[in-house]
């Protein structure tokens, strides 16, 4: 029996778990991390696409011949893209445009529409804009990656009981950082019946704390860190915040990079570097677990290879 995957959706999950053993002030850390990059469109996003589409198809919300249309910073659209090209659905992406340029090329490299909201309304401006679209035609399947609970679902069936299955040991802390919340939210669920001291832990741009009760601002950390505290987060299950500068992500995305050959985007070095003082606090014995949330190739014209660019 041919038991080989005939749709890139089979694909999707069972990411590999790597132990990354690292330095930090001086002193070496263990941290146990997912490697979502290695999924088909090249992050995390591709989890949630698919079941949000499988679940939206189950209850008749998403039949043949609609369009799909969501607000993202990316990913997102990139995996939806991605999925609805596999399933035969038209997709409409809409983003803020101080987005990478290599995000809009992937997108529109799998058939999917792309629609750039100023950068002055930021993510708000992008999700009014959907919002808009699906009042005027009612053919257009909303995802709504903000306030989906299937978003939530996804991962705790998917990441968490992987996470649960790879590790093997009680989890101490598991760190992610927060754009729509599913990932931190899902694992949580997961976790926490197992492991109840698990530390659970946010992780948001120094930038743009919002979460830490902070104003929104400009940052670098595309993904995470959005101007609000999306639907499906529930702060009481968040037990602990880390802010990470921009700058400090992109030099440990660089590090991981050099030392472990790991090409992987921004918010990868947010969470590591997250992780790492989580694991000072906790102690060089405990067991932190995070994502590595997407690859590299979607931030050629950021900052992360600026330096590279020069040469």
Do not use: W
């Not at 995957?5 to 263990?30: A, D, E, F």
Request: positive net charge; proline residues 4%; contains cysteine.
């Amino acid at each position: 029996m041919n038991s080989c995957p005939n749709c890139v959706s089979q694909l999707i999950g069972n990411t590999p778990m790597l132990t990354l053993n690292l330095t930090y002030n001086k002193n070496q850390y263990r941290i146990f991390a997912k490697a979502e990059f290695v999924n088909p469109s090249g992050s995390v996003k591709d989890r949630i696409a698919k079941y949000i589409m499988e679940k939206a198809e189950q209850r008749g919300e998403l039949k043949k011949g609609m369009t799909i249309v969501e607000a993202t910073s990316g990913n997102t659209g990139i995996a939806l893209a991605m999925v609805a090209a596999a399933k035969g659905y038209k997709m409409i992406v809409v983003m803020p445009e101080h987005m990478s340029k290599e995000r809009v090329r992937i997108i529109r490299s799998l058939g999917a529409k792309v629609i750039l909201t100023p950068k002055q309304g930021a993510f708000l401006g992008a999700i009014a804009e959907t919002q808009k679209m699906a009042a005027a035609d009612k053919s257009i399947y909303l995802p709504k990656q903000f306030s989906n609970p299937d978003n939530v679902e996804c991962h705790e069936v998917t990441t968490g009981r992987e996470i649960l299955n790879q590790v093997g040991m009680p989890v101490d802390a598991f760190v992610a950082g927060v754009g729509t919340g599913g990932t931190l939210m899902g694992v949580y669920n997961a976790l926490k019946p197992k492991y109840p001291k698990c530390v659970i832990t946010a992780v948001e741009p120094a930038e743009s704390a919002v979460m830490s009760g902070e104003k929104a601002d400009f940052h670098k950390i595309q993904g995470i860190g959005d101007e609000f505290i999306p639907e499906i987060v529930d702060m009481k299950k968040v037990e602990r915040i880390e802010k990470i500068a921009s700058d400090d992500a992109i030099q440990m995305s660089q590090h991981l990079a050099h030392c472990c050959g790991l090409m992987v985007g921004i918010s990868t070095g947010a969470n590591v570097l997250a992780s790492l003082r989580v694991a000072e606090s906790l102690g060089k014995d405990k067991t932190v677990v995070t994502v590595l949330p997407d690859r590299c190739e979607r931030y050629f014209s950021t900052d992360l290879y600026a330096r590279y660019n020069e040469m």
